[in-house]
């Protein structure tokens, strides 16, 4: 059962503009939700993070919204870098069980020069 | 300490053998993780550690897999009588137990069964 859902597997964004990447849910008692970016040849790399009883989290360039009533976040870049070129993967827990993090399939984020 | 390391990087193995995987976590973390990750899909839970106790599995995780982590360290995964669909990228994560959810990825093991 696919609970957590990145519906594009991939974007292509200029470099210099905004690269909006999004992520759907559907267990309502997912309470934290993870944004992890992924180069070759590596593991997964923690981006952000952002608790239900938030709407937005920011940390530099990178921004997550979390709409809850829509069940749905998106990961803003901004300014997007070549070097942000990587596969993003939305994750999300419940309360007390976050050791079984649900993971979408990932969108592959391609920022040109 | 540079983060989690898993050992071996590759692995090619025939049909029925059986492989062992390494993962040495972040040295102060208490929670280890192991996931499997198919082409196309994001990482799945297979079972995790705190301290030297299992204290969960997936249904994902058959007979044929076992996981231990002797003294609260490294972590090893085995997998008997390997079949064709094994063939994954096998990752581990550790994570401190502080109340956050954060959990940080070995570069994995990529296991093609022949």
């Known amino acids: 059962d696919q609970q957590v859902k990145q519906n594009s597997p991939s974007l292509s964004v200029q470099e210099g503009r905004i690269s909006i990447l999004n992520c759907d849910y559907t267990n309502s008692m997912f309470d934290y939700f993870l944004w992890y970016k992924k180069y070759p040849a590596e593991g997964p790399t923690f981006l952000i993070s952002?608790?239900?009883?938030?709407d937005k989290n920011e940390d530099g360039r990178f921004t997550v919204f979390l709409n809850k009533s829509a069940k749905h976040l998106s990961l803003h870049i901004v300014p997007s870098q070549p070097g942000d070129s990587a596969v993003y993967f939305c994750?999300?827990?419940?309360?007390?069980?976050?050791?079984?993090?649900?993971f979408g399939a990932g969108t592959r984020l391609t920022v040109k020069p | 300490d540079t983060g989690v390391s898993q050992d071996p990087r590759h692995k090619i193995t025939k049909r029925g053998q059986n492989v062992t995987f390494r993962c040495d976590p972040i040295?102060?973390?208490?929670?280890l993780y192991w996931y499997r990750q198919t082409l196309g899909q994001g990482p799945e839970f297979l079972t995790y550690f705190q301290n030297e106790a299992q204290l969960e599995k997936s249904r994902l995780l058959s007979d044929r897999f076992s996981a231990e982590r002797p003294k609260g360290s490294f972590s090893t995964l085995e997998i008997q009588r390997t079949e064709q669909g094994d063939s994954a990228m096998y990752l581990c994560?550790?994570?401190?137990?502080?109340?956050?959810?954060?959990?940080?990825f070995g570069p994995g093991t990529r296991l093609t069964v022949t």
């Open positions: 040295s102060e973390h208490n929670r």
């Open positions: 994750a999300a827990s419940e309360p007390y069980n976050n050791n079984d993090m649900r």
């Open positions: 994560a550790s994570s401190l137990w502080s109340g956050t959810y954060e959990q940080y």
């Open positions: 952002i608790s239900s009883i938030k």
